[in-house]
């Protein structure tokens, strides 16, 4: 999934309609200092960023790797929380911008989360992905671009 293929999706009405938000990387732990998920297993703080608006609420219900969009996961998400510096909560996740986020899986957190590079390690290929949640109708639509 490069910049090429990243253009053409943005031009469908699937695009504009569902939300995609990239998964960037798992925060330092200094940056948590208080905050703690209220439902341990179950929620997770990243850092996180997006091409469009996405509020707090929004649902998802697809997980998946930019290696490997294909074998993407069946999920149940929220977000629940967003911030951009640390005393500022926001109800919004603005086009361009990236923040603290507050994720919660109902089924778990997902296996393929530890794909996420800590915010303490430098990022190597190999080993680390980017990760996107979105819909299924957003995903349908990825697969066939990817066909």
């Known amino acids: 999934m490069n910049n090429e293929f990243f253009e053409q999706l943005v031009s469908t009405d699937e695009f504009n309609e569902n939300p995609l938000l990239l998964l960037e990387e798992l925060p330092a732990t200094r940056h948590l200092a208080n905050m703690k998920p209220e439902s341990v297993g179950r929620e997770v703080y990243i850092i996180a960023g997006t091409g469009k608006d996405i509020s707090v609420n929004q649902t998802f219900d697809v997980i998946f790797a930019k290696k490997d969009p294909t074998n993407y996961i069946q999920t149940d998400a929220i977000l629940k929380y967003v911030n951009i510096r640390p005393s500022d909560e926001i109800t919004t996740l603005y086009e361009g911008m990236s923040g603290l986020c507050l994720v919660e899986f109902s089924q ?8 996420l590079k800590p915010n303490e390690e430098t990022y ?4 680390y992905d980017f990760l996107y949640l979105t819909t299924q109708v957003l995903m349908d639509k990825i697969i066939e671009l990817l066909d």
């Open 124 to 127: 190597k290929n190999e080993v």
């Open 108 to 115: 778990g957190i997902p296996e393929l989360i530890k794909k």
